[in-house]
């Protein structure tokens, strides 16, 4: 079945460093692909997204890019800040209505 | 934007007692809207989808008579954790598509459930 597989948490930064949040995923088909973020004791906010091969979503910084070839979707940063800390979870939607979220993947970013 | 809120935040109840927990789409009005369930330091699952009108869909392993939901409008959909038990202590999130021209779903911001 779907599935999406992040690289495990927890990821420690110092401030301004660069980030890279692995995420691969498993579908028959061509799903839409997200990253969303859970602060601590929130729910989730959509950071960006991609719909499509080789579309590039990006947000506050945050870039990542559809590779089809690779099935990745990975997370990426050029210079963090301590309020970046938080959980990302990447997604897909397939089947136009259920999300599939990975393992998630916590953050925390030192000053 | 597109708005979901969801209500309460946090409740604290004994065991055997029941809590709803509501999920309103503020500015949309949503056919369709979603629970997960979120353990600590985990993902999240896909527990039920609430549909406006007709009956809930279910994910296999949950219990629907345990996890009522209640969809009586297009802007609130309800989850009822009947006979609550410590293991149903959990973080519980809603969202909704907001339709089109927005391809995102909105999350609610949580209610943290605590059975005691």
């Known amino acids: 079945g779907d599935s999406v597989t992040q690289m495990e948490g927890p990821v420690t930064l110092s401030e301004e460093a660069f980030l890279t949040i692995n995420c691969t995923y498993t579908a028959t088909g061509y799903p839409s692909l997200f990253w969303y973020v859970q602060y601590p004791g929130e729910g989730l906010q959509l950071l960006l997204k991609?719909?499509?091969?080789?579309d590039k979503g990006s947000n506050k910084g945050f870039e990542a890019t559809y590779r089809k070839e690779t099935t990745s979707f990975h997370l990426e940063k050029g210079s963090v800040q301590v309020s970046d800390s938080a959980v990302y979870f990447c997604a897909l939607d397939f089947q136009g209505g259920k999300l599939i979220f990975g393992q998630g993947t916590e953050l925390s970013v030192k000053p | 934007g597109a708005v979901v809120s969801q209500h309460p935040s946090r409740v604290i109840c004994k065991s055997g007692t029941s809590v709803k927990i509501e999920c309103r789409s503020l500015d949309f009005q949503a056919t369709t809207m979603f629970w997960y369930r979120q353990f600590p330091k985990q993902s999240l699952m896909l527990m039920a989808t609430?549909?406006?009108?007709?009956?809930?869909?279910?994910e296999q392993g949950v219990e629907k008579d345990k996890f009522l939901i209640n969809h009586a409008s297009l802007t609130l959909s309800t989850l009822t954790v009947t006979s609550a038990h410590p293991e149903d202590s959990s973080f519980y999130i809603c969202?909704?598509?907001?339709?089109?021209?927005?391809?995102?779903?909105?999350f609610g911001s949580g209610t943290r459930l605590t059975v005691v």
């Open positions: 991609a719909t499509k091969a080789d």
């Open positions: 969202s909704a598509f907001p339709g089109q021209g927005d391809y995102g779903y909105t």
């Open positions: 609430s549909n406006e009108g007709s009956k809930a869909t279910y």
